[in-house]
Structures are given as structure tokens and as C-alpha cells.
């Protein structure tokens, strides 16, 4: 018991400050959408990394090169594990990376709100003028039509995490989307038929990387593997 204690005291925080974790924020948002997660995993001794990247400038594929970036910049800090947050596109971008990537310190992702199966609001949406200038390039390549990007990644070589909102905060888009959904995203398009563990939280999509709850659960899956609260399989 004693030895136990003396190990969590003194050798866990050592071990996490081997480990690094990239923050991937979504489309139209910044990296200060990403502050209280990056706050929360510092406080427990990753090496954080949480940087802008123009997700309305460019398509999917080249956006995924900022995942990179990241990992260069974890790597360069002596990390040994390298691990991932995404918020939205955020996930999306690492799918897409790691098509055609192998990178050996890569383990874990957590992805919050990701459309991995596209979101009937790109479909239903993008061909408004509105739309189009709001999500850029990239916002044309979200829809849930086969051929979507989305829909064409093939698995990656990491355990996955996933966290769906079941909250709505955005009505002129209930129409377009199955229930239960976030406001952006559906329950069901999170969902990915190779992900380890996956939950649902009373969250809205724009909101849901600032909660509570979703910042215990990031570091229960990337420190444990799953999460503490009950599976939403």
C-alpha cells in the first residue's frame, strides 16, 4: 500500500509529463475554444499542445496536415506517447491524417462531437451562400451522402474515444437532424464501428468542450483506456 502510494505521488506525474496531447479544435472556432481542456490536462502533467489552424480556408485534406504539426511539436518536446483531442472537424482531420501516416508514439484520441459519418446539415445546407461562406471548402466535404469524406476514411491505428451531445442549442437546424442529436451533429454519426468506448453527455455541440464532466471523462480515456461514465453504445 505504501509502495503503491509512493509511486502514484512520485512517479505518475513523471510518467504524464512523458506524454503529449494535441488539441484539435473544430470549424470556425479557435484554439480558445479549447482552453478549459488544455487547463484541465496540464494540471495533470501532459505536455499540451492547442494551436489554430484555418479550418474555413482550406478542404479536409489539407487541413489535416495541422495534426502533424502537432505531432512534430510533441515530439520535439521528448514525448513517448502522443495523444489526441478533438473537437468536431477537430476529429475528422485526425482520421484523415492517419490514412496515409504511421506514427509510433500515437495511441489514444478522444473525439467530441466528431461527424464521422458526415451531418445532414452539410447535406441539407451546402449549397447556401450562407453556408458555403461559414465553413469554406472543408464544409462541402461534411455531408452524409456515401462518397463524403467522412464516409470514405478507413480505420486508424489508434484507440478511440468518443463523446456525442445530446443537447440541442441550434432550432434552425432541428429539421435537418435525426434525434438525438447536438445541434450540429447526430448521436448516431459519431459513432464509429472501431471505436474502444463511447458515451453520451447532456451538451450541446457548441459548448461541450467547456464542460465539466467531458473534461473527466478526456482524461479517464487517456489515462485508463475507457470511460467512468456508462457506455452509450
Known amino acids: 500500500m505504501r509502495l503503491t502510494l509512493y509511486f502514484l505521488l512520485f512517479f505518475a506525474p513523471v510518467l504524464q509529463a512523458n506524454e503529449c496531447v494535441v488539441l484539435l479544435h473544430g470549424m470556425g472556432r479557435t484554439s480558445y475554444s479549447m482552453n478549459a481542456i488544455e487547463d484541465s490536462l496540464a494540471k495533470e502533467h501532459y505536455t499540451v499542445i492547442n494551436n489554430s489552424y484555418p479550418s474555413t480556408e482550406q478542404d479536409i485534406q489539407q487541413l489535416a496536415s495541422v495534426v502533424g504539426d502537432g505531432i512534430a511539436e510533441c515530439k520535439k518536446a521528448g514525448a513517448q506517447s502522443i495523444h489526441f483531442v478533438t473537437h468536431s472537424l477537430g476529429g475528422i482531420l485526425v482520421r484523415q491524417y492517419f490514412q496515409d501516416n504511421v506514427v509510433a508514439e500515437a495511441k489514444r484520441v478522444v473525439m467530441l462531437g466528431p461527424p464521422n459519418h458526415g451531418s445532414e446539415v452539410a447535406t441539407n445546407k451546402k449549397d447556401q451562400w450562407w453556408y458555403k461562406m461559414a ?8 455531408g452524409t451522402e ?5 464516409n470514405q ?3 486508424i491505428p489508434l484507440e478511440i474515444g468518443i463523446v456525442a451531445g445530446t443537447e440541442s442549442l441550434d432550432p434552425w437546424f432541428a429539421g435537418d437532424l435525426p434525434k438525438p442529436n447536438d445541434g450540429k451533429v447526430s448521436v448516431e454519426s459519431a459513432k464509429l464501428a472501431e471505436m ?3 458515451i453520451t453527455v447532456p451538451h450541446s455541440h457548441t459548448f461541450m468542450a467547456n464542460a465539466d464532466v467531458v473534461a473527466s471523462q478526456i482524461k479517464s480515456f487517456l489515462q485508463q483506456g475507457h470511460f467512468t461514465l456508462m457506455s452509450g453504445r
Not at 465553413?135 to 461534411?142: E, I
Not at 456515401?146 to 467522412?150: G, N, R
Open 153 to 155: 476514411l478507413k480505420s
Open 135 to 142: 465553413t469554406g471548402p472543408a464544409g462541402q466535404q461534411l
Open 146 to 150: 456515401a462518397d463524403s469524406t467522412p
Open 196 to 198: 474502444k468506448d463511447f
